[in-house]
């Protein structure tokens, strides 16, 4: 519609969509990919949040991209000392996002880990997840604005087993509540993290996790107040 009216647009290149099909739809990797390339390529600019995607996309013939960083509300993710909800074994390791196929729940269900396992999220996914590993994780759904806050509040390290991730704000969000984040050296956590200061990157997210528990959650908070709105 821009395009007939010879309006100017932007376009922000916010998730790997390419990747999400081909997780769901095997073999439709390329055609997307040039789906996807072409309908950005009709852009006065495409923002993107990181430096390394900026170059990723590069590599593969995007043009006109620009760099928009992406940002917490410092002010409202806040670690609450005294949630109001029942207190769990520790430590808690917490998985907060869709339970969708390229967030990779399941590697975080099946962890083994001490303590407990804090799944915060929804998706029409969970019915079977929760029946199949219900009896070594907790459920709670998804929660938002103060819910979330505080459910965030009882846990001690967010694992992040996305390997999709252009970004990873939920990371941001768990730093801003003082925790460490276990994720995989992909895009994303990379971005943010910085191994062994406010979080720990590997492919062994068992052990990853478990360095977090060592690590100060000022630190974290730190980190996360670098990417503040303002």
Request: net charge positive.
């Amino acid at each position: 519609a821009c395009r007939r009216q010879g309006i100017p647009f932007t376009t922000w290149y916010h998730s790997h969509f390419q990747l999400y099909v081909n997780i769901r739809l095997r073999g439709l990797l390329w055609p997307i990919l040039a789906l996807v390339r072409r309908f950005h390529a009709a852009a006065v600019a495409t923002m993107v949040s990181t430096a390394s995607l900026k170059r990723e996309l590069e590599s593969v013939g995007y043009k006109k991209v620009v760099i928009v960083p992406l940002g917490v509300d410092i002010a409202h993710f806040v670690r609450n000392p005294n949630p109001p909800l029942p207190a769990l074994p520790k430590p808690v390791f917490v998985y907060f996002s869709r339970l969708d196929p390229e967030k990779s729940p399941e590697e975080f269900l099946k962890l083994r880990l001490p303590g407990t396992k804090l799944v915060i999220g929804g998706g029409v996914n969970r019915a079977r997840l929760e029946k199949k590993y219900g009896a070594t994780n907790i459920f709670v759904g998804a929660k938002h604005g103060k819910e979330l806050v505080d459910w965030l509040s009882l846990a001690d390290v967010f694992i992040f087993p996305s390997r999709t991730e252009t970004f990873g704000l939920v990371a941001l969000e768990a730093l801003a509540c003082g925790l460490p984040v276990a994720a995989h050296d992909v895009m994303g956590p990379r971005d943010i993290i910085t191994n062994g200061v406010d979080g720990y990157l590997g492919e062994n997210l068992q052990e990853a996790a478990l360095a977090c528990l060592a690590l100060p959650r000022e630190v974290c908070r730190a980190t996360a107040e670098r990417y503040s709105w303002e």
